[in-house]
């Protein structure tokens, strides 16, 4: 995939955009740049407060020590975190399944982003890998998460999967991506036939696409999902509520009824996870818990996903929606 399918120099990006302000030295230095050169399409010229910018643009806020934020807030890599032996770039946080960090880059680098303070990306041995979970084959799920594994190199991406279709106990292998949404051109051809070997293993694919505002589907997101879907993989959509984004119920029904009608189910509204240089797009859980219920008087139940954020040691996610009285 050439370099230039992305911006990585913000000063481009104000130019292509007439945006007032240059971005934050700082904050660009503590998390990289990076999106798609074709989502600029669908930012508003001129508007720094544009919701999708928001999410890319290196604010200067980033920078503020705010208390309760800090820089491991699922307790992934640091002091906290636990200490079992695992294999580079292996999580194993709930039981029957696990996930892989295949990478260090993303499609875009969203700035509210809980790996953002994340060291370098592992180098991941698959070989490891593979041994690790023949020891330990109650592991159905493995999990393929970011950075972006749709940005793997290709011969990455064929290590990766030949070692998960000889694990004869794995049955489902998700991809965790920002891909066919923000940039669907990315996926070649090649990818389709990996993913088709993938089910031809006996393994079930799944897709989480990572989106939180309906001007960021690209107008051919429906070509590449489409094609996913006829494919016959299952396809979710993960959603994180975020101040000046997403957070009023009126945007977020239109993303679901857009995600929905692509073929994707919405599967969780995510509660901001605490990272340092995020703090300015947390939304208080009880206004989620007012949005939710605002968004519920607008859709069908099967749109509406779940709530929940993620507390590092809990056996899954945690629910955030209050039960309602009828
Ligand atoms: S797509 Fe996910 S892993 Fe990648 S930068 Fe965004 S939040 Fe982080």
Not at 207 to 226: I, T
Not at 267 to 289: I, K, S
Not at 303 to 317: A, D, N, Q, T
């Amino acid at each position: 995939m050439p370099e230039t399918t992305f911006i990585t120099d913000p000063a481009e990006l104000q130019s292509i955009l007439a945006l007032p302000e240059s971005a934050d030295r700082r904050a660009t230095a503590a998390l990289t740049f990076r999106i798609p050169r074709s989502l600029t399409k669908r930012i508003k010229k001129g508007d720094p407060r544009d919701p999708v910018l928001l999410q890319f643009w290196p604010n200067a806020r980033e920078n503020d020590s705010v208390p309760g934020f800090t820089a491991d807030p699922l307790e992934e890599w640091s002091d906290t975190a636990p200490k079992e032996t695992l294999p580079a770039g292996l999580l194993w946080k709930y039981a029957g399944r696990v996930l892989v960090m295949t990478q260090g880059v993303c499609a875009a680098h969203c700035r509210f982003c809980f790996r953002r303070h994340f060291p370098a990306a592992p180098a991941v041995d698959w070989g490891e890998i593979a041994a690790f979970l023949d020891r330990n084959n109650s592991v159905e799920e493995i999990i393929l998460s970011g950075g972006d594994p749709l940005g793997m190199p290709p011969r990455e991406l064929d290590v990766a999967f030949h070692y998960i279709k000889d694990l004869s106990f794995v049955k489902r292998v998700r991809i965790h991506t920002r891909y066919p949404i923000l940039s669907p051109s990315s996926l070649t051809p090649g990818l389709f036939r990996r993913f088709e070997e993938i089910e031809g293993a006996g393994k079930k694919l799944l897709f989480v696409f990572h989106l939180n505002h309906p001007a960021e589907l690209a107008s051919d997101a429906a070509g590449a999902v489409g094609r996913l879907r006829a494919d016959g993989f299952f396809l979710f959509s993960q959603t994180v509520l975020l101040r000046g984004v997403n957070d009023r119920a009126e945007t977020l029904a239109e993303l679901f009824t857009r995600v929905f009608d692509l073929g994707i189910v919405p599967y969780y509204l995510h509660q901001l996870d605490r990272v340092t240089g995020a703090a300015h797009f947390e939304v208080p859980v009880d206004e989620g818990r007012r949005i939710v219920g605002e968004l519920r008087a607008l859709l069908p139940g099967y749109l509406v996903p779940r709530y929940v954020r993620e507390i590092p040691g809990f056996p899954s996610k945690t629910p955030l929606e209050l039960p309602s009285i009828d």
